[in-house]
């Protein structure tokens, strides 16, 4: 056996964890783990260079071993058994009782074994996971271990396939909503009966049907007065599913979907129950920032609100399966999901990427993915790959077209995408014009004649901007640059440098408000993530991104408040930049930016107006979508924003202060009951503050912490791309002027309480409930 022997009952040297389980995200950091020298197209490279930090710098190159000792009581003569998992990274052979039961190399996929002939009834039982990263085999962090979920599931011989159950809507009106189901069965079933249960809880429909073909059953049930799924109101309904063989019950699923119509219309794009949607959507990483790849539904759920909030209505998965627990929490949360596949085809970006998997394996991860995931009403589109090479030349186009068949094969309800960066060449070669929706990774300079040449009728940004900045850190002089870098390996969050290959937010709004064809967007990305730290991908230290609307702690970039002055429509958004501690440059010129939902706004410093700035198409892009007043001179004090009406009346007024020197701490928690189940978290932000308790925005004090009563310190991250500190130690610098502390709930009820300490700081405590 490759690697070793399976591991027998002695638990001598082995660590005991948790899974969900990441094992490399301890580090430590190192510059040499997974160096990779590479020619990246992507990134227009003209020959192959050295990238540290490419892959986080992380330890997730090697072999580990998972075991665990269990019994399945339910296990009896007549019944089977499935061990699923969600995701394992990467290359998982699983061995049950010494003897290898499967192996799944795509560390993103979902899969599952049936088990049935290697347990032991009654008994206990050795599982035993050996998974494998090998160097060169990821474009960023990817994490290592079982990084999500694993169920044993016990089923009668009679039963539901696993995965096969698949319910649509094929019609829907205000009166009733046709709800289609579709399932395959084994064994000698007689009939099955279906609940439809509506969000209430109230069972409003039910079927019996007793007609199968082959391993096949079908029903059609009308469901009165639908509520529909959408992103305002995300109603969800319960398919209750009953498998009989005479009067004995075999299997029983809970499936929740959504009633909801989903169309794609030339000129207009999605058209989500009879109303032309945009995508107002953003790009995820499957990392969790501290936590790793590991999955956590309260990390999870965070991310996802922090999103809603800046008025994000779609993710998309990048460039991966994703978590099916965040896919759940859009159910929930009304929020689109653009779920994708691969980062690589045949062609390979890195030497061990998925190119070495793809004509073996390709189909078996698409059907794995479709099947679990197209019940969930939030799913509106897949995507078979990301700026894959093979873009160019004919074999390409045979792919394209070989995968997006697969996945009509599986759900002819959803259009297929792609990430196309190569825009010139899928233009030529037909390449754009097979693909659903033709999905275009930057080239906004390519839109016109693309649209012109596609015959779809619509254009998606796929992936847009990578506008790239670092937390509170600022540049001079403040200018648009591409590619830029400084000694200090930041990006200046005057939000105006991007990428040779990209460009800045104000490119993209202007197709997104000008032009009905354009359907929407994906930024890249939502939060910072762990690894391409482009643009010091040569830099070290620097080993996560700077691309993030939010850093990797998930504290809101000033480009945050920019997208969500658009995004959000409902609430009020007023936010000044940068910064006003600038010791050293007082007289000097230092630009002040409003991204601000009001078209006008007149700023003061220390009382004295610096004029009067209106959004305007007449300038510049940037006009368009900020307010800026580039001749400020800085002097302390206090910099007042105020926003004015359409008729020039103050509506609202936000101050930032001059800080004196650090005094104490602020801590913020984003929820202060959580609950006891020895998963749950809650994020505290930690503030370093003046004695009259204004933010010192520049301070970085190095912070100890300790929790104590019914819960645990987790993780620190200050959101510094550069910092080598460890996550999972309880001390971390702040990073202008803030760090975030994350608790996690045991599995008893009581109080946690939080104390932060730094040398020279007034100790602050926060007592949060665990119930």
Known sequence: MDGGEAPGLSVKGWETVDVPHDWA??????????????????????????????????????VGWYRKTFEVPAFQPGKKALLAFDGAMSDARVYINGEEVGHWPY????????ISDYLKQGEE?????????????????????????????????????????????????????????????????????????????????AETTTDRFGSKMEQNIAVPQPQLWGTEHPHLYQARVLLYEGDELKDEEFI????????????????????????????????????????????????????????????????????????????????????????????????????????????KDVVNLVRALRNHPSVVMWSSGNEVPDQWGNEGVKRAKWLQDIFHRE?????????????????????????????LNYRVHLYDEAYDRFPQGFILGSETASTVSSRGIYKFPVEIYSHKTYNDF?????????????????????????????????????????????????????????????DLAGLPKDRFYLYRSR?????????????????????????????TSYNSAELFVNGKSQGIQTKTKDKTKQHRYRLMWMDVQYEPGTLKVVALDDDGQPVAEKEVHTAGAPYGLELVADRSVITADGQDLSYITVSVVDKEGRFCATATPQLDFKVTGAGDFKVVCNGDPTSLELFHLPTMKAFSGQLVVTVQSQKKAGDITLQVKGKGLKTAKMTIKSE
């Open 25 to 62: 995200i301890k580090g430590p950091f190192d510059k040499d783990i997974d160096k990779q020298v590479v020619q990246v197209v992507q990134d227009m490279d003209e020959a192959p260079r050295e990238r540290t930090g490419r892959t986080g710098a992380l330890p997730h190159i090697g």
């Open 107 to 114: 560390g993103y996929s979902y899969f599952y074994f049936d």
């Open 125 to 205: 039982n050795l599982l035993a996971v050996r998974l494998e990263n090998l160097p060169s085999s990821s474009r960023w962090y990817p994490g290592a271990g079982i990084y999500r979920k694993v169920q044993v599931i016990v089923k009668d011989e009679v039963s539901f396939n696993k995965w096969a159950t698949f319910i649509t809507t094929p019609f829907i009106s205000d009166e009733v909503a046709q709800v289609n189901i579709q399932t395959e069965i084994s064994g000698a079933a007689t009939h099955m009966v279906t609940e439809i249960i509506d969000p209430s809880g109230k069972v409003v429909a």
């Open 256 to 363: 929740r979907f959504g009633i909801r119509s989903v169309e794609y219309e030339r000129g207009k794009g999605l058209v989500l129950n009879g109303e032309v949607t945009k995508f107002k959507g953003v790009c995820l990483h499957h990392d969790l920032g501290p936590l790793g790849a590991a999955v956590n539904v309260a990390a999870l759920r965070r991310q996802l609100t922090i999103l809603k909030d800046m008025g994000v209505n779609a993710v998309r998965s990048a460039h991966n399966m994703p978590a099916r627990e965040q896919v759940e929490l859009c159910d929930e949360m009304g929020i689109l999901y653009l779920a994708e596949s691969f980062d690589e085809w045949a062609k390979p970006k890195v030497k061990n990427g998925y190119n070495r998997l793809f004509e073996e394996w390709a189909e």
């Open 411 to 439: 759900d002819p309800t959803r259009p297929v995408t792609v990430g196309m960066d190569q825009v010139a060449a899928v233009m030529e070669n037909g390449f754009g014009a097979i693909t659903d929706i033709p999905g």
């Open 490 to 550: 930041h990006s200046s969050s005057y939000d105006l440098e991007y990428c040779r290959w990209s460009n800045l937010p104000d490119d993209d709004f202007v197709w997104q408000d000008d032009y009905d064809w354009v359907i929407g967007e994906f930024v890249w990305t939502g939060f910072d993530y762990l690894g391409e730290p482009t643009p010091y991908n040569e830099a070290w230290p620097s080993r996560s991104s700077y691309f993030g609307i939010s």
């Open 567 to 595: 995004w959000n429509t409902k609430d009020e958004t007023l936010h000044i930049l940068p910064h006003w501690n600038w010791e050293g440059r007082e007289g000097e010129t230092t630009p002040v930016f409003v991204y």
